[in-house]
């Protein structure tokens, strides 16, 4: 599992504009600007924030848990325990990565329809991750 642990944080360190920090909790935290993307513990544990329709949308369709400590709000909870959840784990995060960097892309639109199709997401997820690409205001 550590070696799971490590590999996630390495992955997601290299992303485009993800800072790493201790987490008040224990862990590292994954930060993009001021916005924590997720954190990990070092017994698997991998927190997510996400909306709230985003993540009744993950955990209806099973792809995620609730947060135990904070079971009414938008976080979700993904237990790592070995290397055979290491993509699901990238893969949640990359979707909280997504949530925030369409908000600051030249391109949102662009990289929105790039990362649904790489990401394989639901018309759902996708519908749920459109709503915070910045709207262009017409002259």
Not at 124 to 130: C, E, I, V
């Given at each position: ?7 996630l ?8 504009g ?17 916005a ?24 209806s ?44 892309s ?17 018309s ?7 709503q915070?690409?910045?709207?262009v205001?017409?002259?």
């Open positions: 599992m550590k070696a799971s642990l490590g590999e944080e390495r992955t997601v360190g290299l992303w485009p993800v800072s790493l920090h201790p987490h008040r909790f224990g862990g590292r935290e994954f930060r993009l600007g001021n924590e993307i997720g954190h990990i513990h070092a017994f698997g544990s991998v927190d997510i924030p996400f909306t709230r329709a985003m993540r009744d949308a993950l955990l369709a099973g792809l995620a848990e609730e947060h135990r400590w904070i079971p009414n709000s938008g976080w979700v909870t993904f237990s790592l325990r070995g290397k055979k959840q290491l993509p699901h784990a990238l893969w949640l995060m990359r979707l909280s990565y997504l949530r925030y960097e369409l908000k600051q030249a391109n949102p639109q662009q990289l929105l329809e790039e990362e649904t199709g790489r990401l394989g997401l639901s759902q997820l996708a519908s749920l991750l459109r915070h690409v910045p709207r205001r017409s002259a």
